[in-house]
């Protein structure tokens, strides 16, 4: 079975070179998983399943670099920071983000289908659903993070024309796809999450969705998507299920303690420990003398700030799934709903948390206290993938934000309504498959 694991593996790490991942041609005699057990291997294989697009974080506004190093970055990495009209060059591919959330995509469905053929006695029945509601998770995964990056905010008006991402439903890689619209994908996304709920376990375990983390992620899609009614059910349901909130004074962060992980495990460019990703200053001035997550804060040989993981993964950024996010979406959705005071009061359970003595925070009004949540959200979520997402929901909504970056003596803007919100799809997918690209210009 392990032998057959391997080849699996091998050739799944060749189909994500060279062409499109979508034009892939593999083999007829390769050699696939058949058994349950197998299928629940791939489901645990934790360098796919929890893979998470490092552009999340690249494009979004809360660090900045200096000219010098940012000339010696790789040309994708270069270009992007820079929201440039031309991001990818004379590079085709995109193993990190295009090509990893649909090796995702691939392996759930290639789990989806094998369950088919295997009956569900009294004996399997528990590894069964897990494996089943798994793939349906981490499908939802990357269609949601796919969206993120390739598709514009969810908007309801105009959802069914906007173009969003291609869905396989078939491990065939044959299957001829073409770009659903924003209203599809959502759609699919959440009818996985939907189905995936009542198979998965109870039991929270960071490796493998449970009950709590579908949830989680279901709130985290409900709230992009503008429907706060909702993602306040959903985040309840979370919190109800697994209340894991850290308390900083008394504990520490770890991911083994989250709902479930996340990070950029290709080579990350935003990682932790790089003095070089330096964090804006006026996001940093924002965390108060008690607030104890200033001690994951560091100063660089030049004396500028940058940011060290806190959930103990080395040189890597925790970028999955954690009941903080679920306090935050709660409080969002309260105040949105007009329910003020149970926001700010939502919100102060967490912020005490993570202060050593700390005041309750008071609002006058529905827009104070929603600009004190969303400033907290920032605050609590820095490198969690979410900032981008947040930034094209608020746009969306009317924020009318404008990016910058400066470079020398030189500035680069993105605008409130510019095309560059949406990142291209690679190059070598256009070619293969024929769907249309994002625009830049």
């Given at each position: 079975m392990m032998k057959k694991l391997i080849i699996f593996f091998i050739v799944m790490g060749l189909m994500s070179c060279g062409d499109g991942f979508l034009d892939i041609k593999?083999?007829?005699?390769?050699?696939?998983?058949?058994?349950?057990?197998?299928?629940?291997?791939?489901?645990?294989?934790?360098?796919?399943?929890?893979?998470?697009?490092?552009?999340?974080?690249?494009?979004?506004?809360?660090?900045?670099?200096?000219?010098?190093?940012?000339?010696?970055?790789?040309t994708l990495i270069k270009n992007s920071y820079i929201w440039a009209n031309d991001i990818y060059e004379t590079?085709?591919?995109?193993?990190?983000?295009?090509?990893?959330?649909?090796?995702?995509?691939?392996?759930?469905?290639?789990?989806?289908?094998?369950?088919?053929?295997?009956?569900?006695?009294?004996?399997?029945?528990?590894?069964?659903?897990?494996?089943?509601?798994?793939?349906?998770?981490?499908?939802?995964?990357?269609?949601?993070?796919?969206?993120?990056?390739?598709?514009?905010?969810y908007n309801k008006p105009t959802a069914n024309k906007d173009p969003g991402v291609p869905i396989p439903l078939l491990s065939d890689v044959n299957e001829k796809v073409q770009r659903n619209s924003v209203e599809e994908v959502y759609a699919r996304l959440l009818n996985d999450l939907k189905d995936a709920a009542p198979l998965v376990q109870s039991e929270v375990d960071f490796g493998r969705p449970s009950q709590a983390a579908v949830y989680a992620l279901w709130a985290r899609v409900l709230l992009a998507m503008g429907n706060y009614e909702e993602a306040l059910i959903k985040s309840t349901s979370s919190i109800n299920a697994h209340d894991g909130l850290v308390d900083l004074n008394t504990g520490s962060l770890d991911y083994k303690k989250?709902?479930?992980?996340?990070?950029?495990?290709?080579?990350?460019?935003?990682?932790?420990?790089?003095?070089?990703?330096?964090?804006?200053?006026?996001?940093?001035?924002?965390?108060?003398?008690?607030?104890?997550?200033?001690?994951f804060f560091k100063l660089n040989t030049n004396g500028n700030t940058y940011y060290i993981s806190p959930y103990k993964l080395g040189n890597y950024f925790f970028r999955g799934l954690d009941s903080d996010e679920q306090y935050l979406i709660k409080a969002e959705c309260e105040v949105r709903l007009g329910d003020k005071d149970q926001a700010i009061a939502t919100l102060n359970h967490l912020l005490k948390h993570v202060h050593s003595s700390y005041v309750d925070k008071v609002a006058g009004t529905k827009e104070e206290a929603l600009s004190i949540i969303l400033q907290e959200r920032r605050k609590q979520l820095i490198f969690r993938g979410l900032r981008w997402s947040d930034l094209k929901r608020y746009n969306r909504d009317g924020a009318n934000i404008?990016?910058?970056?400066?470079?020398?003596?030189?500035?680069?803007?993105?605008?409130?309504?510019?095309?560059?919100?949406?990142?291209?799809?690679?190059?070598n997918e256009i070619k293969s498959s024929g769907i249309p690209q994002n625009l830049r210009k």
């Open positions: 593999p083999s007829s005699s390769t050699v696939v998983p058949t058994t349950l057990d197998d299928f629940e291997q791939l489901m645990n294989y934790g360098n796919l399943v929890y893979a998470y697009p490092d552009m999340l974080d690249v494009l979004a506004d809360d660090y900045y670099l200096e000219e010098t190093y940012w000339l010696s970055r790789p590079i085709e591919s995109d193993l990190a983000n295009w090509e990893r959330s649909y090796s995702q995509i691939f392996y759930s469905n290639v789990v989806l289908e094998g369950l088919e053929k295997i009956t569900v006695t009294d004996g399997n029945k528990k590894q069964h659903n897990q494996v089943h509601g798994t793939a349906l998770f981490l499908r939802a995964w990357a269609l949601y993070n796919l969206a993120q990056l390739y598709a514009p905010a989250t709902l479930y992980m996340g990070l950029d495990g290709n080579g990350p460019f935003i990682h932790s420990n790089n003095q070089n990703i330096q964090i804006k200053s006026d996001l940093v001035i924002t965390f108060e003398l008690s607030d104890l997550r200033q001690s404008t990016l910058t970056r400066t470079l020398g003596e030189k500035t680069y803007t993105l605008s409130p309504n510019s095309p560059k919100w949406l990142f291209p799809i690679p190059v």
